[in-house]
């Protein structure tokens, strides 16, 4: 699997750059640049679509002292990326009308998720920094994340910028589809109007 440092100087190639990295804590602009946009990059990658690999359950800790209409108010995973939904007992794959309503707070010391599920699970992205975990799909699109970013901070011309992005949003359309090939949750269920009309 692609390294951080590989990862990055597919992303300079991808621009048009001949000078690559051999570290992201070189004294050299491109290495500057790395290292300022990698992993914001990567996060914000793993954010845009629910990864299998980064895919993480916990039960959540209570904390108690819930707001007016709400039932329980429950500590935000430290390790939490992107909260996913609260998982529906008993349900794989719940219906628009079965998922679990929740809201994202401030809370002192970090955030809380307010819900009225009682011992709710919340399914998330967690932060993954080993790029050994990366699929090939999720290389290829923060590659091209990244040599946008890097196409400004390097050439300052939009257009590298918009192809790149083009590029990106492209790659990641085909990494989700292969994403989805690595579950099996059974039969998507009916929607409202089919079921109303059965």
Same mark, same amino acid.
């Given at each position: ?29 491109? *290495? +500057? =640049? ?12 793993? &954010? %845009? @679509?629910?990864?299998?690999? /980064? ?64 011992? *709710? +699970? =919340? ?12 699929? &090939? %799909? @999720?290389?290829?699109?923060? /590659? ?55």
């Amino acid at each position: 699997m692609a390294s951080a440092v590989q990862i990055c100087n597919m992303a300079l190639m991808r621009i048009g750059q001949n000078q690559f990295i051999d570290s992201i804590d070189e004294q050299s602009k491109a *290495a +500057e =640049l790395c290292a300022l946009h990698y992993e914001q990059c990567r996060d914000e990658v793993l &954010q %845009a @679509f629910p990864w299998p690999f /980064a895919e993480a359950r916990v039960a959540l800790a209570d904390i108690g002292s819930p707001p007016q209409n709400w039932a329980f108010r429950y500590r935000y995973p430290v390790d939490c990326l992107e909260a996913r939904h609260i998982s529906v007992p008993g349900v794989t794959m719940p219906t628009s009308a079965q998922r679990i309503p929740y809201k994202v707070v401030h809370a002192t010391g970090g955030r809380a998720i307010l819900t009225n599920q009682e011992q *709710a +699970e =919340l399914v998330y992205t967690v932060r993954v920094e080993d790029t050994t975990y990366f699929p &090939q %799909a @999720f290389v290829n699109a923060l /590659a091209w994340r990244l040599a946008a970013e890097l196409a400004m901070g390097l050439q300052a011309r939009p257009e590298n910028y918009a192809s790149a992005i083009q590029n990106y949003q492209y790659t990641i359309g085909q990494a989700q589809a292969l994403a989805f090939e690595e579950s099996e949750e059974g039969p998507v269920p009916d929607s409202e109007f089919i079921q109303a009309r059965n």
